[in-house]
């Protein structure tokens, strides 16, 4: 079975430009999770999608975040423009069910650089 | 909102002795997962061990078990006879709508 596919792996910015990830969840799994991680940081949550229907994004920063999942499969997480803080790892993870038992199942990530 | 905290930054162990991470958290829900997850170092997140809120029974995988209890919500994870494969960074974390985490334990499995 084919897991999280992220993309892409490394990026590379000037602050106030913009950037935009790609997941691409395990087939099936209806719950879409974007996390950032900050260097020997967990991850915190950015939003979390059932479907294509926002569930939380109550940490997502709004004035320059924004996340999308069309059709309630593959997702995008745009930054707009960036700020150095933003220097981290975006997670994308996804899981079968909504169920609190669920196994979230994490792609390998995308290391974003604002210089 | 729900609140994990990892109190331990680093543990560093002999290979084949026993490690104990600890985890707390905080919620006012009576309905909730918890879990351990495994970050080796540059590799994906993955699943170590869960346990539902409603079991008073322990949950066990292999080498790795917990200690839950739930009116001092503590939650930690045990690793026996470690391996060095076991080296990686460790997140508790918390479900009950969203999925939540600790800030991470990074173990180090000394040869």
């Known amino acids: 079975e084919a897991g999280v596919a992220q993309s892409p792996r490394y990026k590379i910015i000037e602050k106030r430009q913009s950037v935009a990830f790609w997941c691409n969840p395990i087939?099936?799994?209806?719950?879409l999770y974007w996390y950032q991680q900050i260097l020997g940081q967990g991850p915190k949550l950015l939003i979390q999608?059932?479907?294509?229907?926002?569930?939380?994004d109550s940490q997502l920063p709004k004035d320059r975040f924004s996340a999308e999942r069309l059709k309630g499969v593959d997702s995008t997480l745009k930054i707009q423009p960036a700020k150095l803080e933003d220097s981290a790892v975006y997670l994308c993870?996804?899981?079968?069910?909504?169920?609190?038992?669920?196994?979230?199942?994490f792609g390998q990530g995308t290391r974003l650089t604002v210089v | 909102a729900q609140t994990v905290t990892q109190s331990q930054p680093e543990m560093s162990v002999q290979e084949a002795e026993t490690v104990t991470l600890s985890c707390t958290y905080d919620?006012?829900?009576?309905?909730?997962?918890l879990f351990w997850y495994k970050q080796p170092p540059s590799r994906q997140m993955i699943l170590v061990i869960r346990?539902?809120?409603?079991?008073?029974q322990n949950a066990t995988e292999n080498r790795f078990s917990v200690n839950f209890q739930k009116a001092a919500k503590s939650f930690s994870l045990k690793i026996s006879d470690s391996q060095l494969g076991d080296t990686a960074m460790y997140f508790c974390?918390?479900?009950?709508?969203?999925?939540?985490f600790g800030a991470g334990t990074t173990v180090t499995v000394r040869a």
């Open positions: 087939s099936g799994h209806a719950t």
């Open positions: 993870a996804s899981s079968l069910v909504q169920g609190l038992e669920a196994e979230a199942f």
């Open positions: 999608f059932q479907n294509n229907g926002v569930v939380d």
């Open positions: 919620t006012s829900e009576n309905n909730y997962y």
């Open positions: 346990q539902e809120a409603y079991k008073q």
């Open positions: 974390a918390f479900h009950d709508y969203k999925l939540s």
